[in-house]
């Protein structure tokens, strides 16, 4: 359990609210350990506001103002991997899924312009972490104008292994079952001469970061390395699935100054 809590990363699941609470059970970043109880309670409420109407193809600014319990404004927020903000959005089929992170304004003000390649319903993860508190993760089920593209099903990937931007990516489990450690291992080689590569550069101050989310998108984990300062051709992860079903995973990684994202689609027992 000792070793489970020293290197699980940061898990956190939440419901299909439009501001969702989250329940955090590890975060780790190399020694650091903090485990959270089940009395500690989510401590901001978050308002996302459209300044119009969202909509595909066009650029729409997106304001997430952050308040604590008391309606007052959070001024200070910890950098979490060199930003003060992650937001994640995916479409609600997880055909779609993008990172960017939000510029902050100051008081509790943030704002981005989020891409929408289609029309149709997305859900937002707002992920951040208060000065002096718990990390904090709140979404959102927001409706995109426009032209809607098919729904794409979410089916398992019967081989772990993906070629993307002339490198071939392996993904491997010690083991796939709930509530248990498991350890994910990226193995990123180029496509061609099937060499390992070596020469991965830090992504947000790691050698890479992973997101799953449930298929019915009330699961969202984010993962950090167990090892931030490798760079490759291994990238090894430590998460725990909280309960069984379909998740898609992607890994987001960089070479030669551009990030590249690798999904897979797995079924956890």
């Known amino acids: 359990m000792k070793y489970f809590l ?13 501001c969702g609470n989250m329940s955090h ?18 401590s901001t409420k978050v308002q996302f506001t459209f300044k119009g109407n969202p909509e595909s193809g066009k650029k729409v600014n997106l304001n997430i103002q952050v308040n604590n319990l008391m309606g007052k404004t959070v001024n ?4 979490e991997h060199e930003k003060l903000m992650h937001l994640i959005v995916v479409s609600k089929d997880l055909s779609f899924f993008d990172h960017v992170h939000p510029v902050y304004k100051g008081k509790g003000l943030f704002t981005v312009t989020p891409d929408f390649p289609n029309g149709g319903e997305y859900k937002l993860f707002a992920d951040f972490k208060p000065e002096g508190s718990d990390k904090n993760v709140k979404t959102k089920l927001i409706q995109v104008a426009g032209e809607q593209a098919k729904p794409v099903s979410l089916i398992p990937d019967k081989i772990l292994t993906k070629v993307i931007d002339g490198k071939e990516i392996t993904l491997k489990f010690n083991k796939l079952e709930t509530k248990a450690e498991v350890k994910m291992t990226f193995t990123i080689k180029d496509a061609k001469t099937k060499k390992g590569i070596t020469d991965l550069q830090p992504y ?17 984990l984010h993962v950090h390395p167990m090892n931030e300062k490798s760079s490759g051709p291994e990238a090894e992860f430590m998460t725990s699935f909280p309960k069984k079903g379909l998740y898609k995973i992607w890994g987001q990684f960089k070479q030669n100054g551009d990030v590249f994202i690798v999904p897979f689609v797995v079924d956890v027992p």
């Open 6 to 18: 020293l290197l699980l990363s940061f898990v956190t699941v939440i419901g299909l609210s439009g």
């Open 25 to 42: 059970t590890a975060s780790t970043h190399e020694s650091m350990t903090h485990e959270k109880t089940k009395d500690e309670k989510d």
């Open 76 to 79: 200070k927020f910890e950098l």
């Open 204 to 220: 947000l101050g790691a050698i890479g970061h992973v997101v799953a989310i449930s298929g019915d998108t009330n699961t969202y």
